[in-house]
T-cell receptor, first 113, second 111 residues
């Protein structure tokens, strides 16, 4: 089954404790992206990747890191999480760049105390 | 600056009562406009892609249309299972590969 898998689905942690949210897709997609979704602000793009070793900032990259060492995986790293990063996070992937429809994972709900 | 605005924020319809959702956009060259449906606790699910003004796409009770400034999602004779949040997004051809989403329209269809 074609899918985007995120882990964990839920996480409660404390300020400053490094964490990684994993994202994996099995569709051989080149383009992968991370979003955060907040009430009243909608989905905002954090980082995206056009292919292996090619990443770029979205609209809200501050406080986040990403890497793309393999085509299927695109982890999101919070080096020193803060309460304002409490949010619902989605990973997505698509073929051949941003003019193709994206497939989304089911989301990761992060709470940072 | 690229921007997407959706209206209304929320909409309640009776079953069978047709209506339209609006997505207005400002973008430096449109690479594509996308409609997604999002159910509570789930990731967005792709519905349509529109690439140029005048284009229309249809699927069951949904029809998406595109002009140079806005897109409409028409819902004909909706059913309660059409209740969801509908999201609009654009991809610009400005030299980046970003997606910009609107804040969505929450649709509730009453039986």
């Amino acid at each position: 089954e074609a899918q985007v898998t995120q882990n964990p689905r839920y996480l409660i942690t404390v300020t400053g404790k490094k964490l990684t949210v994993t994202c994996s897709q099995n569709m051989n997609h080149e383009y992968m992206s991370w979003y955060r979704q907040d009430p009243g602000l909608g989905l905002r793009q954090i980082y995206y990747s056009m292919n292996v070793e090619v990443t770029d900032k979205g609209d809200v990259p501050e406080g986040y890191k990403v890497s793309r060492k393999e085509k299927r995986n695109f982890p999101l790293i919070l080096e020193s999480p803060s309460p304002n990063q409490t949010s619902l996070y989605f990973c997505a992937s698509s073929f051949y760049g941003s003019n193709q429809p994206q497939h989304f994972g089911d989301g990761t709900r992060l709470s940072i105390l | 600056e690229d921007q997407v605005t959706q209206s209304p924020e929320a909409l309640r319809l009776q079953e069978g009562e047709s209506s339209s959702l609006n997505c207005s956009y400002t973008v430096s060259g449109l690479r594509g406009l996308f409609w997604y449906r999002q159910d509570p606790g789930k990731g967005p699910e792709f519905l349509f892609t529109l690439y140029s003004a005048g284009e229309e796409k249809e699927k069951e009770r949904l029809k998406a249309t595109l002009t140079k400034k806005e897109s409409f999602l028409h819902i004909t004779a909706p059913k309660p299972e059409d209740s969801a949040t509908y999201l609009c997004a654009v991809a610009s051809s400005k030299g980046t590969y970003k997606y910009i989403f609107g804040t969505g329209t929450r649709l509730k269809v009453l039986a």
